[in-house]
């Protein structure tokens, strides 16, 4: 039900814009938290990103405030997270996320949904 897309390999400094797509009959996007993770090779699944039900309140971690932006078109049933200034260190999969139950939230176990990931490899 989520699907996410548009991961690769990119160069330190360059810029990477990731997609999810959310499908389903009976999946409804407006009433969803958003999120994005991440994972590196040997760590933990992290928490990058994330959107409100309302679309008006954002949230990031702190290792990408400022270089991260994350953003939901409605119409589209689709949840961005626009990347720049990418650093080696920012290497992972990323994965995107739902919630039903918060409002927008940092913890794994807030999402009832998760995509497939996408490989973002950012060479140095």
């Known amino acids: 039900q989520l699907q996410a897309s548009g991961g690769g390999v990119v160069q330190a400094g360059g810029s990477l814009r990731l997609s999810c797509a959310a499908s389903?009959?009976?999946?409804?996007?407006?009433?969803?938290?958003m999120g994005w993770f991440r994972q590196a090779p040997g760590k933990d699944r992290e928490f990058v990103a994330a959107?409100?039900?309302?679309?008006?309140?954002?949230y990031y971690a702190d290792s990408v405030k400022g270089r991260f932006t994350i953003s939901a078109d409605n119409a589209k049933n689709t949840v961005y997270l626009q990347m720049g200034s990418l650093k080696p260190e920012d290497t992972a999969v990323y994965y995107c996320?739902?919630?039903?139950?918060?409002?927008?939230?940092?913890?794994?176990?807030?999402?009832?949904?998760w995509g497939q990931g996408t490989l973002v490899t950012v060479s140095s």
């Open positions: 996320a739902a919630s039903s139950t918060s409002s927008g939230s940092s913890w794994l176990k807030d999402y009832d949904y």
């Open positions: 389903g009959r009976f999946f409804s996007f407006y009433g969803m938290a």
């Open positions: 959107i409100s039900w309302s679309r008006t309140t954002t």
